[in-house]
């Protein structure tokens, strides 16, 4: 797929926005406020009874948002394959969390892979959004 055509501003502007919502407002969420800080020294099976939960409702607060904000584009937040997507991603954010300690590395991974998918994949365009050009 060709990138996005758009208006530097916006370039600049939607990967700026995006590290906000949803790349730090998700990995605080779903990661720092649900899973336990490896400093806590728990056993695996504990973080693993956390992480379980943490991802499911990581990947369901897709349809949820769906649903509730971003109505024209649900179907893109219940299509199957998007849901898989989303749980790669929420498992590679646990993983980047768990074993760095820092929710930095999980924002910045949600985050390039969300700009990257808006920007040059048709993400933009699937949700409805007016890239210009």
């Given at each position: ?8 501003w916006?370039?600049l ?10 790349a ?24 693993l ?14 349809p949820?948002?769906?649903?509730f ?5 649900l ?25 760095s300690g ?6 910045l ?15 933009g365009?699937?949700l ?6």
């Open positions: 797929m060709a990138p996005a055509r758009t208006s530097p916006l370039a502007g939607v990967p700026l926005y995006l590290l906000f919502r949803p730090l407002l998700e990995e605080l969420v779903f990661r720092a406020l649900l899973l336990p800080h490896p400093s806590e020294r728990r056993s695996r099976g504990s973080v009874r956390q992480s379980i939960p943490a991802g499911f409702a990581f990947v369901a607060i897709h949820i948002n769906g649903m904000f971003h109505h024209p584009p179907l893109v937040f219940v299509d199957p394959v998007f849901l898989t997507l989303a749980a790669l991603l929420g498992g590679v954010c646990i993983g980047a969390y768990l074993s820092s929710i930095w590395p999980p924002v991974f949600h985050w390039l892979t969300v700009t990257v998918w808006i920007l040059f994949l048709g993400g365009r699937k409805g959004w007016t890239m210009g050009g």
